[in-house]
């Protein structure tokens, strides 16, 4: 079950335990049943009453309840950004490998791998991309990112996340934002992968629409929000919990499950979106608008109107204009483009750029339609026509310019070094003795 709405005023308690919010205060001296009141910040307290987030957790153990934390080893998770030299090439992998249950198990945790990244958790200013690739769900362990939000994107497998403020199911063509600090465990239904988009120092929200007006793109009314859910589990041989903190993994032990939560509120809070549900804007009369118009959620960063992180997707739509290359154009970018594929074929590329791949196009770095795509849609009859049918794929946008770790450009061992090649076909159609056609 779930609640609608970005951003809102939640409430929630769990139908076992009516009664279990208090009423009329956050932290009276008995709460009911017994329960502990803890808060949970997601800004400073200060910050103006628009950007102010923060909930109140009814739980039944408090989570200060824990021995010392210790460091474990990271895996391929890094925020290491100086592993490798920079490489300011068009980069594309192949879809990465997803570990067979039959040879290892690797829950969701051991399977991250950084692929790409820039910034410090330290002075909370940065971005991290990632792919996670896993087999098996998480036993009596969960995971805590004291640097930032995770934006989750399955691409092969649902996964059920489980959250100090109930359970999420999120799906292929879905996604899911864990915000900072929020513990969470991951169950996989087999063999599983996806994107994973992280952004510390500001929390996602919905882009302003300007002119577009009041509704459009992803409408607040489509997210979703778990409802309260608890377990009163004692695990006497130990509970593990994950914390990723500047940068590194640490672990510590508690004899009781941290999903004790009985009831909630606020406007911290964890949330998934359907993207089918996304309201999609286009040109209907000539050019190709910048794929801007196709935002769904926005980390903004401190100079107007540039992101540390935007999510763009590019759905199923109808393509119109006239006069039109309707592709995407030629384009060089201040901006860092990854992309990735959850389903189907890339409009720009249909041979190459697969499901679980993704690429990378540098700040600067030229990109562009294959020479494939530019002369079949240079000599197309232009006609009302169905675009991106059946597929999704989706971009992280980001300010800053990204390095791409050892794991990216080397270990993993998916990096397409015949990406080039796409454009290496590509030919001069100037014509000297060209004149325009007499109206």
């Not at 940068?247 to 004790?260: A, T, V």
């Not at 794929?393 to 390095?403: L, V």
Request: glycine share 8%; hydrophobic share 35%; net charge neutral.
């Amino acid at each position: 079950s779930y609640m609608s709405g970005f951003g809102n005023e939640f409430s929630s308690e769990d139908p076992r335990c009516p009664g279990s919010l208090p009423e009329g205060q956050n932290n009276p001296q008995v709460c009911p049943y017994g329960l502990y009141a803890e808060q949970l910040s997601g800004s400073a307290f200060t910050c103006p009453r628009p950007a102010n987030k923060r909930s109140w957790l009814y739980r039944i153990l408090p989570s200060v309840k824990h021995k010392p934390f210790t460091a474990v080893p990271c895996g391929n998770l890094t925020e290491n950004w100086n592993e490798v030299e920079p490489d300011p090439n068009q980069l594309r992998w192949l879809p990465f490998t997803i570990p067979k249950s039959t040879e290892k198990k690797v829950d969701f945790v051991a399977g991250l791998h950084t692929v790409c990244g820039a910034g410090d958790a330290k002075s909370r200013n940065g971005i991290g991309i990632h792919v996670y690739a896993c087999n098996t769900s998480m036993v009596d362990k969960c995971f805590n990112n004291s640097d930032g939000d995770f934006l989750i994107v399955p691409q092969q497998g649902k996964i059920l996340i489980t959250t100090e403020f109930g359970k999420i199911m999120v799906k292929p063509n879905e996604i899911c934002v864990l915000q900072q600090g929020m513990r969470f465990s991951v169950d996989v239904f087999g063999e599983t992968r996806g994107y994973i988009l992280e952004v510390y120092g500001a929390h996602f929200e919905l882009p302003d629409l300007g002119p577009i007006g009041a509704n459009g793109l992803a409408n607040p009314r489509d997210f979703l929000c778990p409802v309260a859910w608890y377990e009163d589990r004692t695990v006497a041989t130990g509970y593990t919990v994950i914390n990723k903190y500047q940068g590194k993994l640490f672990s510590c032990q508690q004899d009781f499950s941290p999903f004790n939560v009985v009831a909630w509120h606020g406007n911290y809070t964890p949330y998934k979106y359907n993207l089918e549900n996304f309201m999609v804007i286009n040109a209907v009369a000539f050019d190709h608008a910048d794929p801007s118009i196709f935002t769904v959620l926005t980390a903004k960063s401190m100079r107007p109107g540039v992101a540390i992180a935007d999510f763009v997707i590019f759905p199923p739509r109808w393509g119109v204009a006239d006069r039109t290359f309707r592709p995407p154009y030629y384009h060089r970018n201040c901006m860092s483009e990854f992309m990735g594929l959850i389903k189907g074929h890339y409009e720009a590329k249909e041979e190459g750029f697969q499901p679980g791949g993704a690429s990378l196009h540098s700040a600067m770095t030229p990109h562009g339609p294959d020479a494939e795509c530019f002369e079949k849609n240079s000599a197309a009859e232009l006609q009302p026509e169905r675009v991106a049918e059946g597929t999704m794929a989706f971009m992280f946008e980001s300010s800053f310019s990204m390095a791409v770790t050892k794991w990216g450009l080397q270990t993993c061992q998916k990096l397409d070094k015949s990406y080039y090649q796409c454009w290496e076909s590509l030919h001069s159609h100037f014509n000297p003795n060209w004149k325009p056609s007499k109206k």
